[in-house]
């Protein structure tokens, strides 16, 4: 069955550095995603990508965070400058065709600022 | 206010026994979708509904779309069943982003 994936894993990283946090969504699918989630919070919505560019975005998407589909499988979400702060677990999903198909989510990756 | 509320937030059953996790939330909605996150953190799809019922295995999510209220049941729970389960909602005045609730941990007692 196809699946979203995501590398790496786990990236720790020092405060101010910029990291890039990679993803491959389902091979046909259109939407693409990023949410974050804090140690012991709510998994909380970052950005939406359609159609080559941001659809939605929350307000946690300030200008520290950019994404891009660099090529016709990757979906990336840069941190430019890291924050303690953005030291969360990063999930990227995608969905098909429609508005209102299922989302489906990648492993995630875990991202620890020191 | 919190859009989406869950309750219980934990909840631990026996082996065998049926399990009713509740999700409330306050806007308008064009789907709602039940999530399951496994102690690792990876988060799988499970249902997402915009009316009635679905069913998929031991597992049964129901909506009420006028009482904003969505229920996932478990039936002969396992303890493969133990995960964070996650309800998340669709707003029709936001697009395709997800609002999440806070989830609620089971755990499932051979």
């Known amino acids: 069955e196809p699946e979203v994936t995501q590398t790496p894993s786990h990236q720790v990283t020092q405060m101010g550095q910029e990291v890039i946090l990679r993803c491959v969504p389902i091979?046909?699918?259109?939407?693409f995603y990023w949410y974050r989630q804090i140690l012991g919070q709510k998994v909380e919505f970052l950005v939406s990508?359609?159609?080559?560019?941001?659809?939605?975005k929350s307000e946690i998407f300030d200008d520290q965070f950019s994404v891009e589909r660099p090529d016709g499988s990757n979906f990336t979400l840069k941190i430019r400058s890291t924050k303690l702060e953005d030291s969360a677990m990063y999930f990227c999903?995608?969905?098909?065709?429609?508005?209102?198909?299922?989302?489906?989510f990648g492993p995630g990756t875990r991202l620890t600022v020191l | 206010k919190n859009e989406v509320e869950q309750s219980p937030q934990n909840l631990t059953a026996q082996e065998g026994e049926f399990i009713t996790i509740n999700c409330s939330y306050s806007?308008?909605?064009?789907?709602l979708h039940w999530l399951q996150q496994h102690p690792g953190g990876g988060i799988v799809s499970l249902f997402m509904?915009?009316?009635g019922k679905k069913k998929h295995g031991r597992l049964i999510a129901t909506i009420n779309i006028q009482e904003k209220h969505s229920s996932l049941h478990i039936t002969a729970s396992h303890p493969r069943d133990s995960a964070v389960y996650i309800c998340?909602?669709?707003?029709?005045?936001?697009?395709?982003?997800?609002?999440f609730g806070g989830g609620t941990r089971v755990l499932v007692k051979p």
């Open positions: 999903a995608s969905s098909g065709q429609g508005v209102g198909d299922t989302q489906y």
């Open positions: 806007v308008g909605i064009s789907a």
């Open positions: 091979s046909n699918h259109l939407y």
């Open positions: 509904l915009s009316s």
């Open positions: 998340a909602v669709r707003s029709r005045a936001a697009g395709n982003k997800l609002t």
């Open positions: 990508f359609y159609n080559n560019e941001i659809s939605e």
